[in-house]
Antibody, heavy 121, light 107 residues
């Protein structure tokens, strides 16, 4: 059974960089069968896809966040990471790391528990 | 960019059938996936590729997709089905798109 666990600061100051890491257990990031992705959900609101990475390092980003976003992978640690720069209060959200099969019209089959990141001074 | 439209809320009597819709331009040509999210929890996939149920999802959950509307149907609704439900498709520009979510209340 695959498990994903987010980690990182729960509080980030405005204009700074939000950094999160997702540790994958029960399966290998390098399997090649999955995209590894981030999704966020502002309090009381809906889901927003942030972007995803393949184990080779290829990335696909939400166009609305692309200019501030970096997703990276560390296959040796079975982890992938998110960096979102120049954050504002609008970036306050629960951030989920997730797995998506490498299908043409893919879906999310496993979710982390999520971690709340608050942007505030 | 492609947009998905969901009603904010749907109510269903206990034991009756709930239908939650997801509207989009020619959505019938896309694969639609559905997630259930209970308060304080991560979403769970309940239907993928229009009508397929992942292992462990009750047969009471079913899906269909045609024209401009995809539908998640929950038969014999139970109190435990109260949750937010999100539809999702893949788009060539934004890649992963979610509907705004529908809150299901079981009366």
């Amino acid at each position: 059974q695959v498990q994903l666990q987010e980690s990182g600061p729960g509080l980030v100051k405005p204009s700074q960089t939000l950094s999160l890491t997702c540790t994958v257990s029960g399966g290998s990031i390098s399997s090649g069968d999955y995209y590894w992705s981030w999704i966020r959900q502002p309090p009381g609101k809906g889901l927003e896809w942030i972007g995803y990475i393949y184990y080779t390092g290829s990335t696909y980003y939400n166009p609305s966040l692309k200019s501030r976003l970096t997703i990276s992978v560390d296959t040796s640690k079975n982890q992938f990471s998110l960096k979102l720069s120049s954050v504002t209060a609008a970036d306050t959200a629960v951030y989920y790391c997730v797995r998506a099969p490498t299908l043409v019209a893919t879906y999310i089959d496993y979710w982390g528990q999520g971690t709340l990141v608050t942007v505030s001074s | 960019s492609y947009e998905l439209t969901q009603a904010l809320s749907v109510s269903v009597a206990l034991g009756q059938t709930a239908r939650i819709t997801c509207g989009g331009n020619n959505i019938g040509s896309k694969n639609v996936h559905w997630y259930q999210q209970k308060p304080g929890q991560a979403p769970v996939l309940v239907i993928y590729s229009d009508y397929n149920r992942p292992s462990g999802i009750p047969e009471r959950f079913s899906g269909s997709n045609s024209g401009n509307t995809a539908t998640l149907t929950i038969s014999r609704a139970q109190a435990g089905d109260e949750a937010d439900y999100y539809c999702q498709v893949w788009d060539s520009y934004t890649h992963v798109i979610f509907g705004g979510g529908t809150k299901l209340t079981v009366l």
